[in-house]
Structure formats: structure tokens, C-alpha cells
């Protein structure tokens, strides 16, 4: 299947905790497939969650290598099924988008490098540490497997939200 269309705020989906992947199957194959067209079809975009396109499941991808911020430090196209975060360190903040939020942008702090384990598109498990942009990307994307989006995490409405021109 090609891309999905994208769940935008305030869908409750996109509120809604996601349930574990209990096993790689055909249908979670294809899901993998829809959820990497999805990104590559959207602008600028990094990564993708399984709620962003109305499946309420642990499953998203990630790939910030064409991107000016993550190019230089990158793992390439991550397939993240049922991803937790084992270790963190560090903080900063930065200017975040998403495509159910595509009016807005805002800066959320977060952890600077995380390890991150999951399950990978061929079914073994993985261990990923991640610095940067890319650690930024994973967090967000996993935030949607628990219902929450960056403007839950803003610091400010009033000065850490911004009104997008367009979205590129
Ligand atoms: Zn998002």
C-alpha cells in the first residue's frame, strides 16, 4: 500500500496510548512499508508513527540522513518496533514540527543521546545509541506511541510555539 494519510490534531488516536506489537506478520510488514512511504512522501519529514496514520500500535520509523540537521550523524532508516528507551543523558532544546501539528512549531527540550531498544523490520532485536538530531527525531516519534505530541511538551505556550508559513 502507498502512503497514508496522516492523522492531524486533535484526532484522538493521536491521544490514545498504543498497544505492543505481539508478533512481525504480514499485516505489520505492509504497516512497515505505509509507514515508509508516509515519511518520504511528507516534507522535510524524519519519521513517522503507526498512531499518525490511525494504527494504534508500537511501531514507527525514523530516518533523519537527508536532513541538513541529522545528515552527518545518522543510522540511516531505523524500523522501530516496540521501542524503549534504556538510557538517557544530557538536555537541550530545540525546534520541533510534526505533520499532525502541521500549523505549528515549537521548542521541546529533550535528552540529547539516548539508547534505544526494539525490534527491527526483520524481527531481531536492536540496540541503538543516538546523539543529536536524531535522538531528538526518536523521542518524538516514540511519544506518539504514548499519546503525546510536542505541544504536550512545550515550555512555554506563550514564547516556545510558533505559527509555521510553510511547511518544507
Ligand atoms: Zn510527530
Redesign the pocket.
Given at each position: 500500500m502507498p502512503e497514508q494519510k496522516i492523522l492531524l490534531y486533535p484526532h484522538p488516536i493521536l491521544k490514545k496510548p498504543a498497544r505492543t506489537v505481539e508478533r512481525i506478520d504480514e499485516e505489520i510488514n505492509s504497516l512497515v512499508t505505509d509507514l515508509i512511504d508516509t515519511m518520504r512522501a511528507g516534507p522535510g519529514s524524519v519519521?513517522v508513527?503507526a498512531p499518525?496514520v490511525g494504527v494504534s500500535l508500537r511501531l514507527c520509523v525514523v530516518d533523519v540522513s537527508a536532513s541538513r540537521h541529522g545528515k552527518e550523524n545518522n543510522h540511516g532508516l531505523m524500523v522501530m518496533i516496540n521501542p524503549e528507551i534504556i538510557a538517557s543523558l544530557g538536555a537541550a532544546s530545540m525546534r520541533e514540527g510534526?505533520?499532525?501539528?502541521p500549523d505549528y512549531t515549537g521548542d521541546v527540550e529533550r535528552a540529547t543521546e539516548i539508547t534505544v531498544r526494539f525490534t527491527n523490520g526483520a524481527g531481531e532485536p536492536e540496540e541503538v545509541v543516538a546523539s543529536g538530531f536524531e535522538a531528538v527525531a526518536i523521542q518524538?516519534?516514540m511519544d506518539?506511541l504514548d499519546g503525546i505530541?510536542?505541544l504536550d511538551r512545550i515550555v512555554s505556550l506563550k514564547t516556545g510555539l510558533f505559527r509555521r508559513k510553510s511547511y518544507k
Amino acid at each position: 500500500m502507498p502512503e497514508q494519510k496522516i492523522l492531524l490534531y486533535p484526532h484522538p488516536i493521536l491521544k490514545k496510548p498504543a498497544r505492543t506489537v505481539e508478533r512481525i506478520d504480514e499485516e505489520i510488514n505492509s504497516l512497515v512499508t505505509d509507514l515508509i512511504d508516509t515519511m518520504r512522501a511528507g516534507p522535510g519529514s524524519v519519521g513517522v508513527a503507526a498512531p499518525q496514520v490511525g494504527v494504534s500500535l508500537r511501531l514507527c520509523v525514523v530516518d533523519v540522513s537527508a536532513s541538513r540537521h541529522g545528515k552527518e550523524n545518522n543510522h540511516g532508516l531505523m524500523v522501530m518496533i516496540n521501542p524503549e528507551i534504556i538510557a538517557s543523558l544530557g538536555a537541550a532544546s530545540m525546534r520541533e514540527g510534526c505533520m499532525s501539528v502541521p500549523d505549528y512549531t515549537g521548542d521541546v527540550e529533550r535528552a540529547t543521546e539516548i539508547t534505544v531498544r526494539f525490534t527491527n523490520g526483520a524481527g531481531e532485536p536492536e540496540e541503538v545509541v543516538a546523539s543529536g538530531f536524531e535522538a531528538v527525531a526518536i523521542q518524538h516519534e516514540m511519544d506518539h506511541l504514548d499519546g503525546i505530541l510536542f505541544l504536550d511538551r512545550i515550555v512555554s505556550l506563550k514564547t516556545g510555539l510558533f505559527r509555521r508559513k510553510s511547511y518544507k
